[in-house]
């Protein structure tokens, strides 16, 4: 899952895109309200974790101008703003969920995969193709009944592909869920890792599709 980090505090911001990146999400993080727009402008997020207290607009209104304009990407709200009207106030802004600091990072990586699964109209925290079997949370699969384990970025490409299912992703969109903004891309590490998942789970499992990109293929 490729999320959108907006948080101010190095210390915090620096700490979240670890951990979620720990758990197997490709991360972008920013510290302002005009970058998260620019963000969003040019690159498809799957979640956004928005903190309020931002310098140079508060996160509610920032989130309240993205829903007045159609941004429909699924936003949990990260802050100390902890009173019951501040969490309905933020829901009724148009965010998901809200999450209260200090947090523990478990439960933030249980709410963004509750929030992604909500999104794609799937309430069990499995994605089954044939004979696999993937569980997003733990970052666990198992092909025909057997545990496989795969590097990282493997699980992270078949994750984006298993999670769009019928759609075309192109190797821009596929390298912004795999490695994220910081992260360096060599030319050919995307084609590399495309190979060891046809190797290792079928040569089916990923579509080319000539000029586009990538979807999923035939189940294993």
């Known amino acids: 899952m490729h999320v959108l980090l907006i948080e101010d505090d190095a210390l915090l911001g620096d700490g979240v895109q670890a951990g979620l990146q720990a758990h197997g999400f490709s991360v972008a993080w920013v510290t302002r309200a005009a970058d998260a727009d620019a963000a969003l402008d040019s690159t498809a997020f799957d979640l956004v974790v928005l903190d309020l207290g931002l310098p140079d607009q508060d996160g509610l209104s920032l989130l309240a101008r993205w829903r007045r ?3 429909d990407e699924p936003v949990l709200v990260l802050t100390a703003r902890d009173g019951v009207e501040h969490r309905v106030t933020g829901l009724n802004a148009g965010a998901d969920d809200y999450l209260v600091k200090p947090f523990d990072l478990d439960e933030l990586v249980a709410r963004l995969h509750a929030l992604m ?3 794609a109209g799937r309430a069990a925290p499995v994605i089954e193709y044939g004979g696999l079997r993937f569980e997003p949370a733990a970052q666990r699969l198992w092909l025909h009944g057997e545990a ?5 970025r493997e699980r992270a490409l078949l994750q984006a592909l298993l999670q769009s299912r019928g759609q ?6 596929l390298a912004d869920r795999v490695y994220g903004w910081t992260d ?7 084609a590399v890792h495309i190979h060891n998942l046809r190797r290792k789970l079928g040569d089916a499992l990923i579509e080319t599709v000539r000029g586009e990109g990538y979807r999923l ?4």
């Open 184 to 190: 360096g891309v060599e030319s050919n590490a995307l």
């Open 117 to 119: 699964r909500r999104a």
């Open 217 to 220: 293929g035939a189940p294993p």
């Open 168 to 173: 075309v992703l192109t190797p821009v969109q």
């Open 148 to 152: 496989v384990t795969l590097p990282r």
């Open 69 to 71: 304009l159609g941004r």
